[in-house]
């Protein structure tokens, strides 16, 4: 099964810093771009970062150039956001989703994990 | 930035209605290389985004044929054809022809 899974999130002070995980299985996770995907409480979707099959290239969201670092392990499987200053508009349920290529759609996402940014 | 615009924000429909949402960008999503880059997304209450349509108007696997997506250049449209109860959750546009990738404001169904 085609399987997709975050961790890491959790309750962090402002300024601090948090790594999420995104497991992959099922498919061949060297072969697809990764991407993560947040939702802040009771909001839409917003695009963080995007990372290509073999890392030559990333991009990120102005809101986060700077703070936080996509990155991969294609020999884990896994792909990773270390996200450092967090602020309170981080607070959001972060998704792992995967794609072929930059543009293309995104068909398999993960349950998301929470991560909350308050005091 | 592109700006993505969906109408309605929300829309209430009775079971075995149409509904229809418009997304409209506020540039051309027609790339160099022939292809639309625009997408539909519904995330059902509690769930993950999952994907109904690709570039413009091709259903993705497993997708049922009560949903369809049309339209070019900067005006698309999703219909679903008779709303079922299942339908139910937020219906997303998004366009990935330039970064940043940009996600529509959402388009919340409810049933009658």
């Known amino acids: 099964e085609v399987q997709l899974v975050e961790s890491g999130g959790g309750l962090v002070k402002p300024g601090g810093s948090l790594r999420l995980s995104c497991a992959a299985s099922g498919f061949t996770f060297s072969s697809y771009s990764m991407n993560w995907v947040r939702q802040a409480p009771g909001k839409g979707l917003e695009w963080v970062s995007s990372?290509?099959?073999?890392?030559?290239?990333?991009y990120y969201a102005d809101s986060v150039k700077g703070r936080f670092t996509i990155s991969r392990d294609n020999a884990k499987n896994s792909l990773y956001l270390q996200m450092n200053s967090l602020r309170a508009e981080d607070t959001a349920v972060y998704y792992c989703a995967r794609n072929r290529g930059l543009r293309d759609y995104m068909d398999v996402w993960g349950k998301g994990t929470t991560v909350t940014v308050s005091s | 930035d592109i700006v993505m615009t969906q109408t309605p924000l929300s829309l209430s429909v009775t079971p075995g209605q149409p509904a229809s949402i418009s997304c409209k960008s506020s540039?051309?999503?027609?790339?160099?290389?022939?292809?639309?880059?625009l997408y539909w997304y519904l995330q059902k209450p509690g769930q993950s985004p999952q994907l109904l349509i690709y570039?413009?108007?091709n259903r993705f696997s497993g997708v049922p044929d009560r949903f369809s997506g049309s339209g070019s250049g900067t005006d698309f449209t999703l219909k679903i054809s008779r709303v079922e109860a299942e339908d139910v959750g937020v219906y997303y546009c998004?366009?990935?022809?330039?970064?940043?990738?940009?996600f529509g404001q959402g388009t919340k169904l409810e049933i009658k």
């Open positions: 998004m366009q990935s022809i330039q970064l940043p990738l940009i």
């Open positions: 990372i290509s099959s073999s890392s030559s290239y990333i």
């Open positions: 570039e413009v108007s």
């Open positions: 540039q051309s999503l027609l790339h160099s290389d022939g292809k639309t880059y």
